[in-house]
């Protein structure tokens, strides 16, 4: 088993900066696809950003250029770096991971982009 606890989410003003982090009960180095998702409100999840064991990233359309995935594996964590913010990606933020088949989730953490 995986357990995932995200942290660094908050209120941030349009053109504002966050790095949101992914702690894992088990070193990344051991987790195989990882990901970011978000979710807004009426809004179905999805794909922000995802980086594979080897580090080779993909990113979705509508945060190319401002979100940076990275993952720490020498350590536990998984990060998102977050530049230009802007109020449409207002949501909360899932990090997941992949470990021998099965899928993990964390429980979310909020980002709100507001002036």
């Known amino acids: 088993q995986v357990q995932l606890v995200e942290s660094g989410g908050g209120l941030v003003q349009p053109g504002g900066s966050l790095r949101l982090s992914c702690a894992a009960s088990r070193s990344i180095s051991m987790l195989g696809r990882m990901s970011w998702h978000r979710q807004a409100p009426g809004k179905q999840r999805e794909l922000v950003a995802t980086i594979a064991s080897g580090g080779s990233t993909n990113y979705a359309d509508s945060v190319k250029g401002r979100f940076t995935i990275s993952r720490d594996n020498a350590g536990n964590t998984l990060y998102l770096q977050m530049i230009s913010l802007k109020p449409e990606d207002t949501a909360v933020y899932y990090c997941?991971?992949?470990?021998?088949?099965?899928?993990?989730w964390g429980q979310g953490t909020q980002v709100t982009v507001s002036s």
């Open positions: 997941d991971a992949h470990f021998y088949g099965l899928q993990y």
